[in-house]
């Protein structure tokens, strides 16, 4: 599993970053935008959006705000710390979209598995210098022991250079945001499809 995550203020720029991913081959993108862009303001945008994911057959999901998912008609959310409890955002929700959530620790997760959660995802594998795999390994042998049926993913400082050493830590899956491309100076498109290739011959 392979997410992309686009963090920008700019309406126009976050199109244009995501149809980047997109053109990459990643089929999952979420957008996260900083409060001062509106719902309002970020609806078309996501609508218009939605139409190159549905042609790339891939899902959008937007961060913390569940009424703009409903509204736009996106995939999911994905809820981070201190965002609307998992029970609230699925009695709005309803049934269909799916659910993330943001962990960094087996506690929190054992709060939350027995809600309707279809993922957890870990954050941060990397904090600059630090490495927090280990805690990621410690989370994901909890995970495993306990039968938590829903997947892990991780996300955090992940590059071509270090996204195995995350799925070794026991992630099964991955999310990157444009530091990818910084990492090796090359393009958007061209980081995502040569980490989807890496991916794909481990």
Same mark, same amino acid.
Request: charged share 30%.
């Given at each position: 599993?392979?997410?992309?995550?686009?963090?920008?203020?700019?309406?126009?720029? +976050?199109? $244009?970053?995501?149809?980047? *991913?997109?053109?990459?081959?990643?089929?999952? +993108?979420?957008?996260?935008?900083?409060? $001062? =862009?509106? #719902? %309002?303001?970020?609806?078309? /945008?996501?609508?218009?959006?939605?139409?190159?994911?549905?042609? /790339?057959?891939?899902?959008? =999901?937007?961060?913390?705000? !569940?009424?703009?998912?409903?509204? *736009?008609?996106?995939?999911?959310?994905?809820?981070?710390?201190?965002?609307?409890?998992?029970?609230? /955002?699925?009695? %709005?929700?309803? *049934?269909?979209?799916? +659910?993330?959530?943001?962990?960094?620790?087996?506690? %929190?997760?054992?709060?939350?598995?027995?809600?309707?959660?279809?993922?957890?995802?870990?954050?941060?594998?990397?904090?600059?210098?630090?490495?927090?795999?280990? =805690?990621?390994?410690? +989370?994901?042998?909890?995970?495993?022991?306990?039968?938590?049926?829903?997947?892990? *993913?991780?996300?955090?400082?992940?590059?071509?250079?270090?996204?195995?050493?995350?799925?070794? /830590?026991?992630?099964?899956?991955?999310? !990157?945001?444009?530091?990818?491309?910084?990492?090796? #100076? %090359?393009?958007?498109?061209?980081?995502?499809?040569?980490?989807?290739?890496?991916?794909?011959?481990?």
């Amino acid at each position: 599993m392979l997410q992309y995550i686009v963090k920008s203020d700019n309406v126009k720029d +976050i199109l $244009a970053e995501a149809r980047q *991913a997109l053109k990459g081959g990643c089929r999952w +993108i979420e957008i996260k935008a900083p409060a $001062a =862009l509106s #719902d %309002e303001i970020l609806k078309p /945008a996501l609508k218009e959006l939605l139409e190159d994911v549905r042609k /790339a057959e891939g899902m959008l =999901l937007v961060a913390d705000r !569940v009424t703009l998912c409903k509204d *736009a008609g996106c995939d999911g959310v994905q809820l981070y710390r201190d965002d609307m409890p998992v029970s609230a /955002a699925r009695m %709005e929700l309803e *049934a269909a979209p799916i +659910i993330g959530v943001t962990v960094n620790s087996w506690e %929190e997760i054992l709060r939350q598995y027995r809600l309707d959660v279809d993922f957890f995802r870990y954050e941060p594998a990397f904090n600059g210098e630090i490495d927090n795999l280990p =805690l990621l390994r410690e +989370i994901a042998d909890k995970v495993a022991e306990n039968d938590v049926e829903r997947p892990l *993913a991780a996300t955090g400082g992940i590059t071509c250079d270090n996204f195995r050493d995350v799925l070794a /830590a026991g992630a099964v899956g991955i999310a !990157v945001d444009s530091s990818l491309a910084q990492a090796h #100076d %090359e393009s958007l498109t061209e980081a995502v499809r040569r980490l989807i290739g890496l991916m794909g011959r481990d």
